[in-house]
């Protein structure tokens, strides 16, 4: 993670399911395409024995924002902590690290706190760039809330 990547921007969201069911919906990297905004595709490059995604190639195409990116995802055992890098620079992002920690709550619902830091190769203005990580993570967050509820 390079200097400039310091400022990452923390956001969360309380979803009425148990963590294990938000989990499996932030895992299953195949139907990203169908509740994501702006993703075109996904593909699962390698897997962990326990067949979740080790290695995940995004297709975005949010309007202004067109790029194609591999993330490499580790988990914690109990699945309450799912992070990623970018695996190699792509043509928008030098840099990408995030995370979704997953804290169950006694009524049955669970707090979902996500962290995103991203570098940039094009120059942009530290607040753009931040508007821009809270735009990213503020629809992320509604988008899994709504498809994990959905689902329930």
Not at 83 to 91: F, G, I, K, R
Not at 121 to 145: N, Q, V, W, Y
């Amino acid at each position: 993670m390079s200097a400039s990547m310091v400022d990452s921007s923390t956001q969360s969201i309380s979803i009425a399911a148990p963590a294990a069911v938000i989990a499996e919906v932030i895992a299953d990297f195949q139907h990203y395409p169908e509740w994501i905004s702006g993703m075109k595709s996904t593909e699962v490059l390698e897997e962990f024995d326990d067949g979740y995604g080790h290695l995940v190639r995004f297709h975005l195409d949010a309007g202004v924002f067109k790029d194609v990116y591999e993330l490499r995802y580790e988990y914690s055992d109990d699945l309450t902590r799912i992070s990623w890098t970018l695996d190699q620079p792509s043509s928008v992002q030098k840099a990408q690290v995030g995370s979704y920690d997953l804290s169950e709550h006694d009524d049955g619902t669970t707090v979902v706190t996500y962290t995103l830091a991203v570098d940039l190769s094009i120059p942009m203005l530290g607040m753009f760039k931040r508007k821009a990580e809270k735009m990213i993570m503020d629809s992320a967050l509604k988008e899994l809330k709504k498809r994990v509820e959905a689902a329930e």
